[in-house]
Structures are given as structure tokens and as C-alpha cells.
Nanobody
Framework: QVQLVESGGGLVQPGGSLRLSCAAS????????MGWYRQAPGKQHELVALIFSGGAKNYGDSVKGRFTISRDNAKNTVYLQMNSLKPEDTAVYYCNALRDVDYWGQGTQVTVSS
């Protein structure tokens, strides 16, 4: 059974930083890609960042230059470093992994507010 466990969300002021973690129950090389999506109230599900098994990365336009995705192979964990956070980054952030099907974490709330 594949499990993805997220952590690291919370409340932060505009301009601040947070780091999200997603720990997988399998080796991250079991997945063709892993990454993060987010959903804000009343908005569609949005791509944040992906990292592929070969190391390539892909970012949503709204986070380019501010967010960085990385991984620790030994810990089977993918990270999302979020800098220069804006109120519009407020959302539930979901970890995603693709193997035979898409797997999802339970989500972690990120709130950017003064």
C-alpha cells in the first residue's frame, strides 16, 4: 500500500518561508514522478511543482523563481521549499506520486496572512 505523508504546513506572514515534506512508504524511485499540487477555496486544482525520476523538474507559472522542489533519496522524501510567500499561495497542498496510478497525500494547509 502506497502512503504519502505530508508535513510542514502552517501560518506564515507574507514574504516568509515554509518547507513542506512528503514522506513515501516506498522508495521514491518506485514512482515515475512526485510533486505537489494545491487547491484554494473556490479555485481549481493547480500544479505547483514536479520532480521526475531522472531528476528533471517542472514548476507552475505562479511559483517559478520562488518555490524549489527537491528530494532525499535515502529518506524517501520530497520537499517543497517555499520562499517569498504571498497571500495567494494560501491553499491546501497535496503531495502526489505517479506509479501505476496517481497517489495522493492527505493535504496540508498553508495560510499566508498578516
Amino acid at each position: 500500500q502506497v502512503q504519502l505523508v505530508e508535513s510542514g504546513g502552517g501560518l506564515v506572514q507574507p514574504g516568509g518561508s515554509l518547507r513542506l515534506s512528503c514522506a513515501a512508504s516506498l522508495s521514491i524511485f518506485s514512482f515515475s514522478r512526485m510533486g505537489w499540487y494545491r487547491q484554494a477555496p473556490g479555485k481549481q486544482h493547480e500544479l505547483v511543482a514536479l520532480i521526475f525520476s531522472g531528476g528533471a523538474k517542472n514548476y507552475g507559472d505562479s511559483v517559478k523563481g520562488r518555490f524549489t522542489i527537491s528530494r532525499d533519496n535515502a529518506k524517501n522524501t520530497v520537499y517543497l521549499q517555499m520562499n517569498s510567500l504571498k497571500p495567494e499561495d494560501t491553499a491546501v497542498y497535496y503531495c502526489n506520486a505517479l506509479r501505476d496510478v496517481d497517489y495522493w497525500g492527505q493535504g496540508t494547509q498553508v495560510t499566508v496572512s498578516s
